[in-house]
């Protein structure tokens, strides 16, 4: 939009116009916009508002939804400590989940980068590939390893007799966590990836030359230049495992439930939409919340080093 | 005597040939250039010395130490790079601080020493600026302040002044010059640019295809160098083809309707070479080479004519003194004294 608007100015500039011709000039793009902005509007406004209205509606379970304008729901979640527990869940795994994304992922794309030719691309490719596989079949790939007795590594090891029972990790927070922050791993290395195209190649020689040793670098030198792609990779990992769906359904099942889960349940198997509307809407205004407010903080913190 | 010594140094990357048998030796307080066109190896000596890249053979000993076996961060170099490689994320003053940190010095001793070294490179005031809120000009000294506040044995500058603008670098060129020479520090510059070369250096190494084509002086290396290459790589050059006459007594060279007095020791097909500012129009009774102008262009303190001799082409650069100049399309004599003159075997590199 702002480059439109300045080729039309520019245009202007150069072609000195009565005032008139300038000032259409000036709104000739909005006419371009309407189809997207039409789309947009359709797809993504209305059904938004359409379900912040659905959870102001009243739901009987013999009536069905009543279109009155109630704060039923709202006070249902409000009052009941279930839905603290399920919110507070869905943030803690999402939360876990981005740690270790980042404690993996951000080492992992500082070794890819640092990578000879023909390596280089053949591991991105192996980082990157699994993204071009559905997330169900990925996270099934977890549940067939560890899925209570048949589960393939649990059985290799009962076999050796390194454990007697199953590792406990299918309905379990920790497996959803681990294999949460699997999935999204190549969003991390990705963004740490794209950070690290930005530094110098002599920098750490430049460190090397002034006397500090390896720990010195990484400590001081690389990693604060890389924190942003960490930050922002961050953000994206968080937003996606907070509102994440398959994984958490595949691995915590019916018993462990976040925000999505809980959610899809009431709108597919109690039937209750207005209620699953406000969960939804109510993990939406989190996560909108978190992210720029984050995003503000990361951007205050580094907007003079990197602009 | 010398303070840094590369004794046969040579580096391969597989097949390639990047230094083939290098040998310098450098004294302390000097200023030396290794010259030469991308590729000529100079960067990757440079990065032998820092201790970047390994050596393949030979051996590299700063004030009689072999350097082979000490790690790149305890040599004790500075080094200004390319891309001035200042840390984005530190000021000025704490990009400075950095190398003395590293070196345990207190933070008194510290504060005052980098607030010399901004003094140094006339940068008060610019202590808590961000690199990328600087000038290229700007960055550029902070980088050279950050090498020299270690107080290195040698500073190793890798191209330090390819990315200002030509005013820019002509300035930093005299300033960095200044500041050697007020602190004395041995200094190593790459660069591809035979003026700053020149403009700065005790001694210019010119290398080409991984070998030394000459070490010499900036006169020594303009005035009588030692190939064609450096003849053509420091500065223009006409070259003619001529001929020795053994028969005639004293023997004679001829190009054209010229003959001069041959050296000893040459004879048969020569090349002629003459710098262009070297060259003057004479008369008819001054029998020079027989040359017509095609191009006479003004640039300000110099006209540059380009002419069309009885033995090919060539340039002639004649100071602008305010006297009338040939024009364009006039015959002229091309003359120049004989020891302005080099003579060397045709088909010698």
Redesign the interface.
């Known amino acids: 939009m702002s480059t439109s608007a300045s080729i039309t100015s520019e245009q202007g500039a150069a072609v000195p116009a009565p005032a008139q011709q300038d000032r259409s000039g000036a709104w000739a793009p909005w006419p371009l916009l309407l189809p997207a902005l039409a789309l947009f509007i359709a797809v993504v406004i209305v059904p938004l508002l359409m379900t912040v209205l659905l959870s102001f509606h009243n739901w009987g379970q013999y009536t069905g939804i009543e279109f009155v304008i109630t704060l039923k729901n709202w006070q249902e979640i409000w009052s009941d400590p279930y839905f603290y527990e399920m919110f507070a869940r869905t943030f803690r795994i999402a939360g876990l989940a981005t740690v270790i994304a980042a404690i993996l992922g951000a080492p992992e794309a500082y070794i890819l980068n640092r990578m000879r030719a023909p390596w280089k691309g053949f591991f991105l490719l192996i980082i990157l590939g699994p993204l071009l596989i559905s997330v169900v079949a990925r996270t099934l790939g977890w549940a067939l390893l560890f899925g209570g007795n048949s589960g393939v590594v649990n059985k290799a090891l009962m076999a050796v007799g390194l454990i007697d029972t199953p590792i406990p990790f299918m309905f379990t927070e920790t497996g959803v966590v681990i294999a949460l922050a699997h999935v999204m791993m190549p969003f991390m290395v990705l963004s740490v990836w794209a950070a690290l195209q930005r530094v110098d190649p002599q920098i750490e020689n430049a460190a090397l030359s002034l006397g500090a040793g390896q720990v010195t670098i990484m400590r001081r030198i690389i990693l604060p230049q890389i924190m942003p792609g960490v930050l922002s990779g961050g953000i994206i990992v968080f937003a996606l495992s907070a509102s994440a769906f398959a994984t958490p359904s595949i691995i915590g099942g019916r018993r462990l439930k976040v925000a999505a889960t809980l959610a899809y349940d009431e709108f597919l198997n109690t039937l209750n939409w207005p209620l699953g509307a406000a969960v939804a809407v109510l993990l939406l205004v989190a996560l909108v919340l978190i992210i720029v407010g984050s995003n503000a903080i990361i951007e205050r913190r580094y907007a003079e080093v990197f602009r | 005597m010398s303070f840094l010594e590369l004794n046969r140094v040579s580096k391969h990357f597989g097949a390639h040939v990047a230094v083939e048998d290098i040998t310098l030796s450098v004294n302390k307080g000097e200023f030396i250039s290794l010259l030469g066109p991308s590729g000529c190896g100079k960067t990757t000596t440079l990065q032998m010395i ?1 201790g ?1 890249v390994e050596l393949s053979s030979g051996a590299i000993l700063l004030n009689g130490r072999d350097l082979g076996n000490v790690k ?8 200004v ?3 001035y ?5 530190m000021t000025a003053a704490e990009n400075i601080a ?2 003395l940190e ?2 345990g010095v207190p933070r008194a001793e510290r504060e005052a020493r980098v607030r010399d070294a901004l003094a140094m490179v006339g940068l008060e005031g610019y202590a808590d600026r ?1 690199p ?2 600087m000038s290229g000009g700007q960055q550029q000294r902070v980088a050279l302040a ?2 020299l506040v ?1 107080k290195p044995d040698v500073l190793l500058l890798d191209e330090p002044l390819s990315n200002l603008d030509a005013k820019l670098r002509e300035e930093m060129q005299i300033e960095l010059r200044q500041i050697q020479r007020n602190i004395g520090t041995t200094t190593v510059l790459v660069t591809h640019d035979q003026t700053e070369a020149m403009a700065l250096s005790d001694r210019i190494v010119v290398m080409s295809k991984g070998r030394i084509e000459q070490i010499g002086t900036p006169h020594e290396t303009y005035e009588r160098p030692a190939s064609a290459f450096v003849s053509q790589f420091l500065g223009k050059t006409n070259e003619f083809p001529g001929e020795v006459d053994g028969d005639a007594v004293p023997p004679v060279v001829v190009a054209g309707s010229c003959r001069w007095p041959a050296p000893a020791g040459i004879s048969g097909p020569v090349t002629i070479t003459v710098r262009p500012e070297k060259v003057g129009f004479g008369s008819e009774v001054d029998k020079g080479l027989a040359a017509r102008i095609t191009n006479r262009i003004f640039q300000g303190n110099h006209w540059l004519f380009q002419c069309e001799t009885e033995c090919g082409p060539a340039i002639v650069i004649r100071q602008n003194t305010g006297e009338a100049q040939p024009v364009e399309g006039e015959s002229v004599r091309l003359v120049w004294r004989t020891e302005d003159m080099g003579i060397r075997p045709r088909g010698m590199a």
Not at chain 2, 72 to 79: C, D, N, Y
Not at chain 2, 85 to 89: E, G, N, V, Y
């Open positions: 820092a970047f790149p961060s305890k040599r004790g170099l500075g080094i790079f390319q891309s490689a200042l840390f984005p994320h950095f190398g590293m070196r961000y990328r809120r950050r090498a270690i």
